[in-house]
């Protein structure tokens, strides 16, 4: 038997139990209704706040397909393995000629499949952005692209947790405790983080001096003074591990005549990118020298063309997360088995 | 092929402080039912877990049909067949379609695995429910396809933990008759079971686990050759009694039980030779036999010693043997201190 082969078979059977199983249409099923129900809302709504077109919408309901993706999959994957050794089906199939790589993968395959029928019920509300219009094709793709990738991890987290944690109730817990970390813990981190690296600015400036005898003006005497100032810089690839920085720095961003940007996406992709560039820490204003004029700030475009596109770092962050859970899931079961988790019963 | 089925030296297996398996050794042989008989928490069910792969001994080598699963476990599996003791079947499936998966996941292809099925769902008295889901079934119904899972890449080693716990009468009679009939294809069979009575009736061998440990040929036949209770039964037990106290029985070596009048007996020589006699002395027989059946009684013998030297209550020498010993006390089937003189039938 090949190992596709047995992958095949596991991904089958995996399949066929929850194609069966009547919860999951129901869970389906309210999915469908909350996405209709809020990219209805959006679409009705955020015109009002001027956000024209479809790209404003097509961003926000893409969050909200990848806040409901990220809380169905740990359900549908976070059982995958404890829960057949509950049911007393898990060494039945260890005793086959699959190999524990084969049903792992399998059984992580059969989550994502399941989890990406999730997002395939959300693509109608995706397309009906698009027809509504101004929505780049580009972006609706690769946020397509980066939602599959994302349930994937999240799968491959539930599946490997299932694997080495004995109750199936516990290991959903966690996963759900994995998605929390990653969308709400590394923005916490990355701010906390930078906050607490303070680094020290020192800021020379010389001024028009007009109290002088004569109503003439001269300069003044540089004066330098220093205060601290957050570092956010360091932690960059930290706050583009979180899934929603992900999924904004990936999708194309469109700009507007003055290099400004219209949608969620492009505002928090800004933002992500600011962050890798370092605060200047010897400031120079010479108010004297009138010729020199005031700095610009800099549009959204050069911001995001003067930086490093960050997916790929929280891409492979991701990437390796799901990898290795999934390779512990893999040789906690390797039979036949010289270590058992306290309190567990092989078969 | 190898000339045993199954092959264990010293097989050890401790689970954190608990030794659950000291010291097995056995040989099953091909074209034989043999018995696994032991206490609870002798170790039963960790030696299976061994046997069948899916748990590595601390020490000592299994061999399955030749096979080490420790180097092979593919090639073990292929030859293995396991029906745990855990009842498990897989949500929503038909029986059918679980034993078709069961096939596939053996790495049958799927006609095979389709003929296979259908011929064990008939060979096991299951065709009329096959395409029921497989949750609905009765414990009973689930153990019959619990069998035929484990039958279903036909292998040449099955292992049976508690095949027939749960089943009614005939379903017993009909577990018997198949374990012969998988015997006679030339199967290596190993049973084990807590209904002794029944082991009684299909297994050719037994192999004893005592405290984790296999229990020695010479302690078994010491065990064997001990006194046993054999139970008469006829028209009037009162004639019994008499006719048993005129051979020479005292009153310690005469019991009653709700069937009838029980008499201590050494070996099938002996017990042929009481009944010629209570026949000679008219008493009309209409059963006889032994009170437990042959591997209750082995079995009562060793857990009831133990490690300790401490002799347990056994009938004294009955009077009709030739060398019967001079007649006990009357108090011969009190338990005696460790310093009592009671003869020791089965040193």
Redesign the interface.
């Known amino acids: 038997?090949s190992f596709t082969?047995?992958i095949r078979?596991?991904v089958?059977?995996e399949l066929?139990?929850r194609v069966?199983?009547k919860s999951w249409y129901i869970l389906l099923g309210v999915y469908v209704v909350i996405v209709a129900a809020i990219s209805i809302l959006l679409l009705v709504a955020l015109p009002a706040f001027g956000w024209a077109g479809g790209g404003g919408v097509l961003s926000t309901i893409v969050y909200f397909v990848l806040l409901l993706g990220t809380l169905v999959t740990p359900a549908l994957s976070g059982n995958a393995v404890n829960g057949?050794r509950a049911?007393?089906?898990?060494?039945?199939?260890?005793?086959?000629?699959?190999?524990s790589t084969a049903l792992i993968l399998g059984k992580f395959l059969a989550a994502w499949i399941s989890a990406l029928a999730f997002l395939a019920a959300s693509v109608p509300f995706l397309a009906l952005c698009f027809v509504v219009g101004g929505v780049a094709f580009d972006t609706l793709l690769v946020s397509l692209v980066v939602l599959v990738f994302e349930l994937g991890v999240v799968a491959a987290v539930g599946v490997g947790l299932s694997a080495l944690l004995t109750r199936p109730i516990f290991s959903i817990v966690v996963t759900y405790l994995v998605v929390a970390a990653l969308s709400i813990g590394t923005l916490m981190v990355f701010v906390l983080a930078g906050i607490a690296t303070q680094s020290t600015v020192t800021s020379t400036t010389r001024y028009q001096d007009y109290s002088g005898s004569n109503g003439e003006s001269v300069c003044s005497q540089w004066e330098t003074t220093t205060y601290t100032t957050p570092r956010f810089d360091p932690y960059w690839s930290i706050l583009m591990a979180n899934p929603y920085v992900l999924l904004a720095d990936a999708t194309p961003t469109q700009y507007n005549a003055q290099g400004d940007v219209e949608d969620l996406f492009g505002g928090i992709k800004v933002g992500a990118r600011q962050a890798q560039i370092a605060p200047e820490l010897d400031r120079r204003y010479d108010y004297c020298d009138t010729t020199d004029g005031y700095p610009e700030s800099k549009s959204a475009k050069q911001v995001v063309d003067s930086t490093v596109p960050g997916w790929f770092v929280g891409g492979l962050i991701h990437l390796l997360l799901g990898a290795g859970m999934v390779g512990l899931g893999i040789r906690a079961t390797r039979?036949?088995?010289?270590k058992?988790a306290?309190g567990s019963?092989?078969? | 092929m190898a000339d045993s089925g199954i092959e264990a030296v010293s097989l050890s297996r401790r689970f954190g402080a608990v030794n659950a398996l000291r010291d097995a050794t056995f040989t099953a042989p091909f074209g034989a039912v043999t018995a696994l008989i032991g206490p609870n928490g002798s170790g039963k069910t960790t030696l299976m877990l061994i046997l069948a792969s899916l748990l590595a001994p601390d020490s000592g080598t299994v061999r399955i049909a030749g096979h080490d699963p420790l180097v092979d476990a593919a090639a073990v599996r292929r030859t293995m067949g396991w029906m745990p003791d855990v009842l498990g079947t897989w949500g929503g499936l038909t029986s059918r379609m679980g034993l078709e998966y069961t096939g596939r996941l053996h790495g049958l292809p799927l006609d095979v695995s389709r003929a296979r099925a259908d011929a064990l769902l008939s060979r096991v008295g299951l065709e009329t429910l096959a395409d029921q889901p497989a949750r609905v079934l009765s414990r009973g119904q689930k153990q019959r396809l619990s069998l035929a899972r484990a039958l279903i890449h036909d292998p040449q080693v099955l292992l049976l933990d508690e095949p027939a716990s749960g089943l009614d009468p005939s379903a017993r009679v009909d577990l018997r008759d198949l374990v012969r009939e998988l015997a006679a294809e030339g199967k290596c069979v190993l049973v084990s079971s807590h209904v002794l009575a029944e082991l009684d009736e299909m297994a050719d061998g037994a192999v004893y686990l005592d405290a984790g440990a296999t229990v020695s040929a010479e302690r078994l036949d010491r065990a064997r050759t001990s006194l046993r209770w054999w139970r008469v039964r006829a028209l009037d037990h009162a004639e019994t009694e008499v006719a048993l106290r005129r051979i020479g029985l005292v009153d310690s070596q005469i019991r009653h039980d709700h069937l009838g009048v029980l008499a201590p007996v050494r070996d099938e020589t002996d017990a042929a030779a009481l009944l010629t006699r209570l026949i000679a002395e008219g008493v009309r027989v209409t059963s006889y036999s032994p009170a437990v059946g042959d591997l209750e009684h082995t079995f009562l013998d060793l857990t009831s010693r133990r490690d300790d030297d401490v002799v347990p209550p056994r009938p004294a020498d009955p009077a009709y043997r030739a060398d019967a010993s001079p007649p006990p006390s009357t108090t011969a089937f009190q338990r005696p201190a460790r310093d009592d003189s009671t003869p020791e039938e089965d040193r």
């Open positions: 038997m082969d047995a078979v596991v089958s059977l066929r139990q069966r199983a057949d049911e007393g089906t898990l060494a039945t199939t260890q005793v086959t000629q699959v190999s039979t036949p088995a010289r058992l306290t019963r092989i078969a």
